[in-house]
């Protein structure tokens, strides 16, 4: 067995910018409320800006100054040592990519926008591979692409040990069994849905012009966020009258919240509540540091003008456009419920403990946010949390039943 590396160059590199621009930013907030506190304001009220003076204010200077020294020279050597260690790096293990995953759910946006080295790229990727050409043995014309979620990675769909085609996970094993060509999509869930959305229909135009025979059909499943990057795709595609579309037969959506998470709905009023008093106004940033693609979740943008010119912070109501699912695809949603049954106090309050049944199933109370999804197409498993939509036997004997038939 080959050695899988929990640490590569790369990494170094990275973690060292990103550790550079952690103390800068630590420092200006202790400087904030320091400045806050010698202002003595009342307790209710705007935030103080400004930088402190004198001695104090010096030293903040000099923390700011030596750290962005330490940050450029140390930037420099590792910049050089990169590529003379690249070649003796071995592959990246699980644990890695399982870490990578979840800081770029949270800080996706930041490490693209830096050039970061940790920030993922967005690519195909078949049994933990990057596709390329040639490389998929046995190549049919149906395709099947299977879509992570926030903070995840296309490994984690083979989450648990006690399924069949246990290397590969369930949506694999009866993806295969259903006759597709099985990919993965990994990305970076830190970023905005709706640039994913257009990056994965490039992506899929790509495909849909190298693979090593016509497409005839192609399924997307998505699981949570992954439900969202594959309609924002479809948005995209049809924006830019991409081939791909047309062959596109059948999406299954996996605890999707369509209608956004009160998880991040909560953790904007939070950061209202921080911001209501000076002396609380700097922790705020800290709230602040999620990702674009965690805030897109409040009320499920997947296109740019759901969020475009507008303060993602800011607690403005959901300002979405209803946005329609394809008309000729057939579209399945699953929802789960950590309640036992409809209706009980776990079913009403936690959903699955991220997303609630509605949001899952499209459902809305203004019609025109619907989506149309038939109940004949819709299922909830009872006592399934979020995570074991990945892999729970009922719900691929659910999806068995509806795919096969």
Known sequence: MSKRAHLQPSDLHGLGRLSIQAVTQMTRL????????????????????????????????????????????????????????????????PEREAVLAALNGVLGDHLAATANPLAIPMRLRCDGVPLQAGTVADATSKVAVLVHGLCMNDRQWARSRSVPDAAHGAAAALARELGYSV???????????????????????????????????????????????????????????????????????????????????????????????????????LGKLRSAGITDLRYGYVRDEDWHGQDR????????????????????????????????????????????????????????????IPESRQWVGYGINHLQLLDHPAVYAQLRQWLAG
Not at 53 to 67: D, E, K
Not at 323 to 332: F, K, N, S
Not at 344 to 366: F, I, K, P, Q, Y
């Open 183 to 285: 990919l993965h999509l990994h990305y970076n869930s830190g970023r905005h849905i709706s640039h994913n959305g257009r990056e994965f229909a490039d992506l899929l135009q790509s495909l849909d012009r190298q693979w090593p025979q016509p497409i005839q059909e192609l399924l997307l499943l998505g699981h949570s966020m992954g439900g969202l990057v594959s309609r924002s795709a479809c948005h995209h595609a049809a924006l830019a009258g991409h081939d791909w579309l047309a062959r596109l037969r059948t999406m299954v959506f996996l605890g999707s919240p369509h209608h956004g998470a009160a998880l991040e709905r909560g953790g904007n009023g939070l950061d209202l509540l921080l911001g209501a008093s000076p002396y609380t106004a700097p922790f705020a940033r």
């Open 30 to 93: 202790v400087e904030s409320v320091h400045h806050t506190i010698t202002q003595t304001p009342l307790p209710l009220g705007a935030e103080r800006t400004g930088n402190t003076r004198g001695i104090a204010g010096l030293v903040y200077r000099s923390i700011r100054g030596v750290t962005t020294l330490v940050g450029g020279t140390l930037e420099m050597a590792l910049a050089h040592l990169q590529p003379l260690l690249a070649d003796r790096t071995p592959a990246s293990s």
């Open 313 to 372: 912070f800011a607690r403005t109501g959901d300002q979405r456009q209803p946005l329609a699912l394809p008309v000729h695809v057939d579209c399945y949603a699953i929802a789960a419920s950590t309640g036992k049954q409809a209706g009980d106090l776990g079913d009403r309050l936690l959903g699955d403990g991220l997303v609630s049944v509605e949001s899952a199933l499209g459902r809305h109370s203004d019609p025109a946010k619907m989506l149309p």
